[in-house]
């Protein structure tokens, strides 16, 4: 069965850094999202991608973050210049359109822990 | 701006036992109302997905219920089993690109 796939599984850099998480969503899926998961809270939506555009974000979302899609398979969070608060699990999912009958699908996704 | 409350959250109860986690919502215009669960240090597996005209969903032992109008939602679980242990996601859907809105779930323990 197809799966979203995120590496890596866990990232360690220090303050300051620019990080790269990259997702692999299922081949025929259209939209594509992050999300993050601060431990011990709720997981809160970052961004939703779709035609090479971004579609929403939320206000965590803010001018460090940027998404792209490379190449026709991989999908990538980056984080400019971490700070201590950015370490969180992060999530890739994707789904085929828009939320609704379309369910979203994630991934394993990947611990980042800014030192 | 939609708000998901899980209660209670937490439950810790014997092997064998029925249970029912609860999830409010509170802007009734959602598309989808889905249940996932997450281990420890994890990620999410969705269990069931109830489309707005919906009432319920079940698979196995899970049956999970919508009464958009009053916007709850229950998970129910029945003859509960260790396996079942780990923390379960009440999630609201809208019906555009907005992603997802999560509650801060119901971590259960089942006793052997």
């Known amino acids: 069965e197809p799966e979203v796939t995120q590496t890596p599984s866990h990232q360690v850099t220090q303050m300051g850094q620019e990080v790269i998480l990259r997702c692999v969503p299922i081949s025929n899926h259209l939209y594509f999202y992050w999300y993050r998961q601060i431990l011990g809270q709720k997981v809160e939506f970052l961004v939703s991608?779709?035609?090479?555009?971004?579609?929403?974000k939320s206000e965590i979302f803010d001018d460090q973050f940027s998404v792209e899609r490379p190449d026709g398979s991989n999908f990538t969070l980056k984080i400019r210049s971490t700070k201590l608060e950015d370490s969180a699990m992060y999530f890739c999912?994707?789904?085929?359109?828009?939320?609704?009958?379309?369910?979203?699908?994630f991934g394993p996704g990947t611990r980042l822990t800014v030192t | 701006k939609q708000e998901v409350t899980q209660i209670p959250a937490a439950l810790s109860v014997p092997e064998g036992e029925n249970l029912v986690l609860n999830c409010s919502f509170t802007d009734s215009a959602i598309y989808n109302l889905q249940w996932f669960r997450q281990d420890p240090g994890k990620g999410l597996t969705s269990l069931l997905l109830?489309?707005?005209?919906?009432r319920e969903q079940t698979s196995g032992r899970l049956n999970a219920s919508l009464d958009k109008s009053s916007g709850r939602s229950t998970l129910y679980i029945a003859a509960s089993q260790p396996g079942d242990s780990a923390t379960y996601l009440c999630?609201?859907?809208?019906?555009?690109?907005?992603?997802?809105?999560f509650g801060k779930g119901t971590h259960l323990i089942i006793q052997p």
């Open positions: 999630v609201s859907t809208g019906g555009g690109a907005d992603g997802l809105t």
């Open positions: 109830i489309q707005s005209s919906q």
């Open positions: 999912a994707s789904s085929k359109g828009l939320a609704g009958p379309y369910e979203q699908y």
């Open positions: 991608f779709y035609n090479n555009e971004i579609s929403e």
